[in-house]
């Protein structure tokens, strides 16, 4: 059974940071090419950050330079590191596992950043 686990999320203050990680299970990680999404209240989700499995990485222009996707194969386990948090990165995050046509969605963590 795949799963895929997100934590970290949280309430933060306006230039604050959060770390979000992503475990997965089920799956040989490291051959998938992952992502982290976000939705935010009223939005469709869309792409944060990405990571192939050949290690190459790309960013939404609104979080280039603030946020920062990694990738531990070892564990199986996928990071967002969150700085400088504005109030309109508030959103559900979602990470994401693709290869080829097997497609796999974590449940979502809640980051929320006041003002």
């Known amino acids: 059974q795949v799963q895929l686990v997100e934590s970290g999320g949280g309430l933060v203050q306006a230039g604050g940071t959060l770390r979000l990680s992503c475990a997965a299970s089920?799956?040989?990680?490291?051959?998938?090419?992952i992502a982290w999404y976000a939705q935010a209240p009223g939005k469709q989700r869309e792409l944060v950050a990405s990571?192939?499995?050949?290690?190459?990485?790309n960013y939404a222009d609104s979080v280039k330079g603030r946020f920062t996707m990694s990738r531990d194969n070892a564990k199986n386990t996928m990071y967002l590191q969150m700085n400088s948090l504005k109030p309109e990165d508030t959103a559900v995050y979602y990470c994401?596992?693709?290869?080829?046509?097997?497609?796999?969605w974590g449940k979502g963590t809640l980051v929320t950043v006041s003002s």
């Open positions: 994401n596992a693709q290869h080829l046509d097997m497609y796999y």
């Open positions: 089920g799956i040989t990680f490291r051959i998938y090419d």
């Open positions: 990571i192939n499995s050949d290690g190459s990485t």
